[in-house]
């Protein structure tokens, strides 16, 4: 009797504790359910389209002189056969702006002969290739048709890491296909050939998602999916989508001149690492180090210099070159910038007029790797010899050669070949000035060398010993 007494006590207890359990875990199970995208999804696929391009290319290559047909050929079909057109297809996705507007890939379109889009409801209309833009990987299309589904324009500054997004594209043929997944990160570089800041998502995007919208869970347009990372072709977990507000810039100008007009500085740049930072006095490895300014560039005009560290642009955090880069070619030309800069350990501002951005603005001369080795002097590692009056002229700057490299300069990353240009903060003229200069500093401080390495310009820093 004792016994079943207990039993049911103890079982009453249990009871109460899942009820308690039950009630204080609700409000956070709430919270942390997963969001319904099926009325987003239904919302949103009238206004994404799928997107077939035609390229014409002559299906053989082995026609004879003058571009006759081979004699095979009419030996079997006759002397008025003519060679057929290769027709190369491709497809992609693209998002509806206004007014018979598409956005998509430049990629996508790129060459295409012909191209046409279908729209959700299975209507199929040619299309007409408005500008296409390969720094951002964009392009605009232009259709004949006023009964579309427009997009609502969202703002991309806005999101924030772990949150849900949603893609609808056309993967692998699979015509509007819609996946989701979360924010992973933003302002990811994936080359120094473009000038986007991207998202990064786990969205699964697949070949034919090019081109397609990333939604946010309001419904609003936040990028184009792009480009994933991928060892087998295929989804790995890293996509990547162009910011809405970079698209809609580029699509802007699209509109009105078919092309793209970007910020250009005029200066060539590299990460501050941590041995850099120490030999710059900076308390953390921020910014971007000035390498190399212009010649009647913008940055030589507003005062920027050899070893400055930007730090900030246009009220922007700088963190690396790559940062630095999609902030001035966000910036129309022209445009009147605050550039915050840190100058032999001290904060200074200038207010700079951005050019635009020439097609090859960095061009640089080929370095030789000749020297003089019978003025031969060793320094810190460095087996150094003056350049000669041929190599010294291709180059235009720097006075010394790298002949051969060990100890701490190669540690620091220094390689034969390399031309000295400026040692701790002053231009280095010849081999005993390089010398003296070394020799003037402590034993143990870290200082900042600038090579020319075939002709680009490098930051590196080294230790005295």
Known sequence: MIINDYIRTLAAVCVLSVLVLTVGLSPSVSAASLPDFADLAEEQLPSVVIINTVQKAPSYKGKGQRGQVPD??????????????????????????????????????????????????????????????????????????????????????????????????????FDHSVTTGIVSAKDRTLSHDNHVPFIQTDVAINPGNSGGPLFNTEGELVGINSQIYSRTGGFMGLSFAIPVNVAMDVAKQLKADGEVARGWLGVMIQDVDRNLARS??????????????????????????????????????????????????????????????????KKKTLSITLGRLPEAPYSMPKSSAAADAQREKSVLGMVISPLTAEMAQKEGRGAVVVMRVDGVAKEAGIRPGDIIVNVANTAVDNVSGLIDIVEAQKRGKWIPILISRRGAPKFLAIEVK
Not at 77 to 103: H, N, T, V, W
Not at 125 to 153: M, Q
Not at 156 to 165: H, T, Y
Not at 291 to 308: M, N, R, W, Y
Request: net charge negative.
């Open 72 to 173: 095979l050929f009419r030996y079997y079909f006759g002397e008025g056969y003519q060679m057929p057109e290769q027709k190369r297809e491709a497809q992609g996705s693209g998002i509806i702006l206004s007014d018979g507007y598409i956005l998509t890939n430049n990629h996508v379109v790129a060459g295409a002969d012909e191209i046409t889009i279908r729209l959700h409801d299975r209507r199929v209309l040619d299309a007409t290739l408005v500008g296409g833009d390969e720094l951002s990987d964009l392009a605009l299309l232009k259709v004949d048709a006023d009964d579309l589904e427009e997009v609502e324009i969202g703002d991309s500054d806005d999101l924030r890491v772990g949150e849900w997004v949603m893609a609808i594209g056309t993967p692998f043929g």
């Open 280 to 345: 710059l006095g900076l308390d953390k490895p921020v910014g971007a180090i000035i390498a190399k300014v212009v010649t009647d560039s913008p940055a030589e005009a507003g005062g920027l210099g050899v070893e400055d560290v930007i730090l900030e642009f246009n009220g922007r955090e700088i963190l690396g070159a790559s940062s630095l880069r999609n902030h001035v070619g966000g910036v129309a030309p022209g445009s009147s910038v605050d550039v915050v800069v840190h100058r032999q350990g």
